[in-house]
Nanobody, 121 residues
Framework: VQLQASGGGPVQTGNSLKLSCTSS????????MGWFRQAPGKAREFVAG????????YYEDDVRGRFTISRDNDKNTGFLQMNDLKPEDTAVYYC???????????????WGQGTQVTVSS
């Protein structure tokens, strides 16, 4: 599965960004989707995941209540709405997918290229 993430950029503390993830080659409808991130000098970490039908979502503790993951299967696109951004949210954000919701939260099979999010204070 080929994934393309977009929507990153520079933003000030407290502001919002919305990331998108789509595929021009593959249909994402039957895949669970998610987002991971990697900050400079840190390990890659899970951020949020969503089942193929959107009936299941899960968030990393630090983003729960600020970030919202969603998807529009008709548009073959997933989203990550990020509100109240903090400098510690600065990272490269990766869109991911897997046939399994269980594994998209842990070790997803498919990864897109990253999109940089930089939050300044």
């Amino acid at each position: 599965v080929q994934l393309q993430a977009s929507g990153g950029g520079p933003v000030q503390t407290g502001n919002s960004l919305k990331l998108s993830c789509t595929s021009s080659r593959d249909t994402l409808r039957s895949y669970a989707m998610g987002w991971f991130r990697q900050a400079p000098g840190k390990a890659r970490e899970f951020v949020a995941g969503i089942s193929w039908s959107s009936d299941g979502t899960y968030y990393e503790d630090d983003v729960r209540g600020r970030f919202t993951i969603s998807r529009d299967n008709d548009k073959n696109t997933g989203f990550l709405q990020m509100n109240d951004l903090k400098p510690e949210d600065t990272a490269v954000y990766y869109c991911v997918a897997d046939e399994s919701f269980h594994w998209v939260l842990r070790t997803p099979k498919y990864w897109g290229q990253g999109t940089q999010v930089t939050v300044s204070s």
